[in-house]
């Protein structure tokens, strides 16, 4: 599968205030993939967008896509402390089974 | 489920040893990934199986990297001998075989350093 874009590569808000990351790819997709990796950890998958699919909620996330501009976004609002990590998207060109690769993430701090 | 399990959590080794990462999927998961970390490269895809058999090796950095799936619930990476370059965490994640709408589980991985 083809890699992401992360953008921006750091992000610092306050406690409180939103956050959005973006991630732009090359070719089609079949769907997208966010994930969160706090330090020291593993990934978490955080949500799925499939290609037919414009936008998705998930608690405070909010991911939209564009396939025709080939970009996604990640939208956390009401952002917590607990949200200070690195966000990976990655585009998925081949259902899922064919390996996600993943590019260097955005890294969002967020102060108290 | 206890997710993703991987061993040992950390390994600190001399360089020129044999290093074996151990991975058990979570049950059911047919395809297995093995991933590196680090700072100057990022997350590198290594190798993944579905159903066991290896599907594309092609991130294995050199020769001295092998991987193995004997069976649904076991995978190990060995690296032989080792070198300092090779210090990084290594994470392993499973995912259903048609993984269309669903994501990867990572282990908490295995931090490797070589010495």
């Known amino acids: 599968s083809q890699q992401g874009e992360e953008d921006p590569q750091a992000l610092s808000i306050q406690e409180g205030e939103n956050a959005t990351m973006n991630c732009s790819y090359k070719?089609?997709?079949?769907?997208l993939q966010w994930y969160r990796q706090n330090s020291g950890r593993g990934l978490v998958h955080l949500i799925l967008i499939r290609s037919n699919e414009r936008e998705k909620h998930s608690g405070r996330l909010r991911v939209t896509l564009d396939t025709s501009k080939k970009s996604s976004s990640l939208l956390i609002t009401a952002s917590r402390a607990a949200d200070t990590a690195s966000y990976f998207c990655?585009?998925?060109?081949?259902?899922?089974?064919?390996?996600?690769?993943f590019g260097k993430g955005t890294h969002l701090i967020i102060q108290p | 489920d206890a997710g993703v399990i991987q061993s040992p959590r950390h390994e600190v080794t001399e360089m020129g040893q044999e290093v074996t990462l151990r991975c058990k999927p979570i049950?059911?998961?047919?395809?297995l990934f093995w991933y590196r970390q680090t700072m100057m490269r990022g997350l590198e895809l290594l190798i993944y199986?579905?159903?066991?058999?290896?599907?594309?090796d092609s991130g294995m950095p050199e020769d001295r990297f092998s991987a193995k799936m004997p069976n649904a619930s076991f995978s190990t990476l060995k690296i032989q001998p080792s070198e300092p370059r090779d210090s990084a965490v290594y994470f392993c994640?499973?995912?259903?075989?048609?993984?269309?709408?669903?994501?990867?589980?990572f282990g908490s991985g295995t931090r490797l350093t070589v010495v």
């Open positions: 070719t089609s997709i079949n769907n």
């Open positions: 049950s059911g998961h047919n395809s």
């Open positions: 990655a585009p998925d060109s081949g259902g899922g089974a064919d390996g996600l690769t």
């Open positions: 199986f579905n159903n066991n058999v290896p599907i594309d």
């Open positions: 994640a499973s995912a259903p075989l048609q993984a269309a709408g669903f994501g990867y589980t």
